[in-house]
């Protein structure tokens, strides 16, 4: 049983956070998880998954995240392309290295693990993708001249892609998730400039709160389930009202 129940699905960014929390509710749906992650030893203590260690920005490794799943379940039914690395940076202070490592991993990364399961699902007659977004790939926000255009790659590609392979039986739909208590916002809280950032965020969540991993992970289920099986090119907001100012 479960909304899952023998969906053979791979999850990015799955050691921490919002991948995390998501690999947790995927097997409690009763879905077989490849958990993949940069993280390997944070990876090993998630029980119940095939973890995969690897970097999403690397062709060989997105490639292996993908091959993992098909090579011991036989197809790919879901990707939950997550993994992501989330700078607090002014376009000021940012240097262009910045901009190539942020959108190495948040861009190319999602890129990469989405071409290959998408090749994957053709190969199975059809899957459902979900893109971890954000408030920040959807409106514009101060201190994410970096991080805001890399989020913007998610929304795209999940307008883009959803639109040329529905016909293929592959949907394709983004979260965009508010801030989410997270160890990364846990870190922001003492980094320069953070405080206020996150303070100016707060202020801008009408339900006055952050949003936990898990609230991302139902939203995350869902689409990714057959109780969404006529949504695809979606960005549904996790975001307790931010996006509706
Ligand atoms: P997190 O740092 O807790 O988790 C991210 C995970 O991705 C980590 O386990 C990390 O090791 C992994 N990772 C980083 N680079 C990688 C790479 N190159 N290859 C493979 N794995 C890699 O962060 P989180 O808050 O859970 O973020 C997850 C996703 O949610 C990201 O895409 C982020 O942009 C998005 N998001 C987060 C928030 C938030 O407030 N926390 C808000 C909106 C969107």
Redesign the pocket.
Known sequence: AGRLADRVCVI??????????TAERFLREGARVIA????GD??ATLEGVVPVT?????DQ?ARRMITTAVDRFGRLDVLV??????PLLSVTEAEGSDFDRVM???GR??FLTCKYAIEAMLASGGGSIVC??????VAGQARQAV?GP??FV?TGLTKHLAVEWAEHGIRVNA???????????AAARVEPGGPEYLAEVERGHPMGR??T?EE?ASAIVFLASEEASFITGAILPV?GGYLAR
């Open positions: 990015t960014g799955a050691a921490s956070g919002i991948g995390r929390a993949a992650d940069l993280d944070r990876l690897g970097d999403v920005s690397r490794d392309a997550n993994a992501g690395v989330i190495a991993v948040d990364g999602m971890t977004s954000s408030i920040s790939g991080y890399a989020k998610a979260v965009a998730p508010g801030t989410i208590e997270t160890e990364r916002v952050f949003g991993p991302v975001d």
